[in-house]
Every structure is written in C-alpha cells, then in structure tokens.
Nanobody, 125 residues
Framework: QVQLVESGGGLVQPGGSLRLSCAAS????????MGWYRQAPGKQRELVAA???????NYADSVKGRFTISRDNAKNTVYLQMNSLKPEDTAVYFC???????????????????WGKGTLVTVSS
C-alpha cells in the first residue's frame, strides 16, 4: 500500500507565495510521475503541474511562470512552489503519483495511480 500526504496549504494574500509538499510512503519500488492537481468549488479537478522521474516538467497554462514543480527522489517527495498567487488559484490541491510496487510471492510488478487527501489553498485579501 502507498500513502501520499500533502502539507503546506493555507491562507495567503494575492501576490504572495506558498510551498506545497507531498511525501509518498509505503511499498514503493519506483515513482514514475508525480504531480499536483487542483479543484476549485464547482469546478472539475485539473492538472496544475507534473514531473516524471527523468523527463521534462509539464504545467497548466494558467500557472506557467508562477509555479515551479520539483521532486526529491531520495525522499519520494514532490514540491510545488507557488509565487504571485491570484484569487483564482484558490482550490484544494491534490498530490498524485504513478507508483510502481513489487510485492508478493512470486513478486508481482504493478503500476497504480495514487492520490493524497488534498490541502486547501486560499488566496484572499
């Protein structure tokens, strides 16, 4: 089993910054992709940013130039540095990861999609 735990959300004024963290734990063989999604009230969940284990990052157009995603593979942790925050960035932010596990007898290799419970980011004056 794999768990994702987010932290770092909160209330910030427009123009401010926040840094989100998400740590993955459990029976992890490798993490293929880590990313952040967000869901604002009354809206669908949308991709904010993603970072594969060995490739280029991907950002939603609405956050390009303001948000930066990074990961520490040794800690199985992904970060989202959010600068120049706007009221429209207000949402619950969810961590997502495609995780490979190797378990059982005989060993079975499996890649599954995992989600954190979310952390609320509120941008308001």
């Amino acid at each position: 089993q794999v768990q994702l735990v987010e932290s770092g959300g909160g209330l910030v004024q427009p123009g401010g910054s926040l840094r989100l963290s998400c740590a993955a734990s459990g029976s992890i063989f490798s993490i293929k992709v880590m990313g952040w999604y967000r869901q604002a009230p009354g809206k669908q969940r949308e991709l904010v940013a993603a970072i594969p284990s060995g490739g280029s990052t991907n950002y939603a157009d609405s956050v390009k130039g303001r948000f930066t995603i990074s990961r520490d593979n040794a800690k199985n942790t992904v970060y989202l540095q959010m600068n120049s925050l706007k009221p429209e960035d207000t949402a619950v932010y969810f961590c997502n990861a495609y995780v490979a596990t190797l378990s059982g007898d005989p060993p079975s290799y499996r890649v599954m999609d995992y989600w954190g419970k979310g952390t609320l980011v509120t941008v308001s004056s």
